[in-house]
T-cell receptor
Framework: SQTIHQWPATLVQPVGSPLSLECTVE??????LYWYRQAAGRGLQLLFY??????ISSEVPQNLSASRPQDRQFILSSKKLLLSDSGFYLC????????????FGPGTRLTVL | GNSVTQMEGPVTLSEEAFLTINCTYT??????LFWYVQYPGEGLQLLLK?????DKGSNKGFEATYRKETTSFHLEKGSVQVSDSAVYFC????????????FGSGTRLQVQP
């Protein structure tokens, strides 16, 4: 069966520090992968998606970037965090290219102080 | 573009009460519709889905019917339990390119014993 992992689970970082969040998927190959952010008390905003290794599409201009160095690995990064980057970051994969169902990881809660 | 509108929360109910969480959408074409649930501190779990008009998705006592004429996908449960306390997100996927989801803002449900 397929599983999706994210780490770390929680992170507290000072303003101006770098960021690296990792997402890995097991049990599937060449999945579509997604990064979403959930700000406090709000819905989910799509940040990036990827259809394959090295292929990244950005949805919202911002302080973040994403990379996909391996088929089942998706990384979210920042060189200098802002207070507004605080939130709950969720990675997801598209279960089957013939359907639209996405499956989510457990998330990373980021607090920028 | 696509959008999803959910009723404002929190919704507070007593155990065994009837639940309705309203969801309406705007989309071009024929989107798939989803309800996801988020328990405290966790990622999103797929609760149910419907892929075409008049389909009824159901899971764990929850139901939602895809109503194209009213562009709605309301979530219902006949008798809620304390363990149903969570945030519920309505979402749609009609984007054939990104295959990404558009989410509503979420509705927090609190069930009291």
């Amino acid at each position: 069966s397929q599983t999706i992992h994210q780490w770390p689970a929680t992170l507290v970082q000072p303003v101006g520090s770098p960021l690296s969040l990792e997402c890995t998927v097991e049990g599937t190959s060449n999945p579509n992968l997604y990064w979403y952010r959930q700000a406090a008390g709000r819905g989910l905003q799509l940040l990036f998606y990827s259809v394959g290794i090295g292929q990244i599409s950005s949805e919202v201009p911002q302080n973040l970037s994403a990379s996909r160095p391996q088929d089942r690995q998706f990384i979210l990064s920042s060189k200098k965090l802002l207070l507004s980057d605080s939130g709950f970051y969720l990675c997801a994969w598209l279960g089957d290219r013939g359907t639209d169902t996405q499956y989510f990881g457990p998330g990373t809660r980021l607090t920028v102080l | 573009g696509n959008s999803v509108t959910q009723m404002e929360g929190p919704v507070t109910l007593s155990e065994e009460a009837f639940l309705t969480i309203n969801c309406t959408y705007t989309a071009t074409g024929y989107p798939s519709l989803f309800w996801y649930v988020q328990y405290p501190g966790e990622g999103l779990q797929l609760l149910l889905k419907a892929t075409k008009a008049d389909d009824k998705g159901s899971n764990k006592g929850f139901e939602a019917t895809y109503r194209k004429e009213t562009t709605s996908f309301h979530l219902e449960k006949g008798s809620v339990q304390v363990s149903d306390s969570a945030v519920y997100f309505c979402a749609l996927s009609g984007d054939t390119g990104r295959r990404a989801l558009t989410f509503g803002s979420g509705t927090r449900l609190q069930v009291q014993p």
